[in-house]
């Protein structure tokens, strides 16, 4: 095996003019029409409401094909793309990314498959610093209560398991302002630091997943500069594409997000930033090649022969959203604007209430079940998502959220006892009647009086 970075990297490194600062937008005249919308995403499956992109996201028709000429490039001749083409177009790829989140350096930027190897890659490190003896037994990590299951996981796997000990922060829901996600937290890591307990790493999501909430990310980040949490990651998996990205503004260490959930990216593809410091030097891929020691951002651009198209379709997916009104930022106005406006319709016709201000809601708003519905369980929850995949073509998270003992919610349903919320989200295909079809599946299952304990 040859060295991967031959003719790659170090030859390119400083070679960043042909990255645009400024994104070309389609002149009004030709903007991307419906029907263009439609064609990008015909390979969708008819009939389904979809109304799901944030679990995994959605690629168009025109990605689809230019990931297609890349893998082809490959087959047609591997040793020349290998040699001539793989490191200068996944470079290309971090220096648009690096532009659109404004980071200072391209190394800050490494391209990764998705949220979860880059929880890996910065939990590993703290796993190290256990097993090294730099850390001590105890010491501690914190998280949101509601941080995605797998990087709970890899809490267990790397810190838990190290002799970390894990402090969680209790996400209220329905919020109904940052200010109450602040404070929770001020109590949580106050908590936490009890008995002179050091805080190594706070994990924060900047949109949690479920229940969806965009969290005063900037906020929670000083608290921890305040309070002597010695790093920061943040979980952004549903960030790029869906709210405004800026690292330098919101000052953690490490911030990870896909672009294949709503950047139009092919699955899967991730970036992984790391601020320059001498701890981001010491940050490895769990994949180790030819590469090992060379940096994160190196080392991730070769873990070994497998298909890098995903990563390398990045300046095509620009100048796709580039021919949406305002690019990616009018996208994801739009997105907002119109998940809020059909949240709002879906509450007012099940007499229910939005799990958050709309402030609070990405390209994502969580939506309040009627409770004669009886969703009184995660299980209960994921009957109600296949009933209304297997009978109603509606493709669409429901969470269940516990209620409290003699909790009031305000809501102006029957009894006034909401368990159950749809996690909606809007991306550029979702038509009104996507948001119809769930709105009037819901109300047939209420006017038939399913309750989710008969649902099989
Ligand atoms: C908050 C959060 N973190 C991490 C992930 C994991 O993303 P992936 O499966 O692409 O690694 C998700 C996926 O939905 C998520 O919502």
Known sequence: M????????HNHNHNHNHVPKRP???SPSSFISDSEIRQEFAHHQPGIARINNGSFGSCPASIIAAQKRWQLRFLQQPDDFFFNHLQKGILRSRSLIQSLINADHIDEISIVDNATTAAAIVLQHIGWAFAEGHFQKGDAVVMLHCAFQAVKKSIQAYVTRAGGSVIVVQLPFPVHSDQEIIAEFRRGLAKGKAHGRKVRLAIIDHITSMPCVIIPVRELVHICREEGVEQVFVDAAHAIGSVHVDVKEIGAD??????????FCPPSVAFLYCRKSPIS????????????GNGLAIESAWIGTRDYSSQLVVPEVLDFVNRFEGGIAGIRKRNHDAVVRLGEMLASAWGTHLGSPPEMCPSMAMVGLPSSLRISSDDDAAKLRTHLRDHFGVEVPIHYQALKDGEEIGSTDWDDRIAGYARISHQVYNTVDDFLKLRDAINQLVKDGVTCNILP
């Open 2 to 9: 040859e060295d991967p970075r031959a003719n790659g990297e």
């Open 24 to 26: 070309k937008f389609s």
């Open 254 to 263: 490490f911030y990870v997000s896909n672009l294949h959930k709503w950047f």
């Open 281 to 292: 030097r010491d940050l490895h891929h769990p994949v180790v090649s030819h590469e090992y």
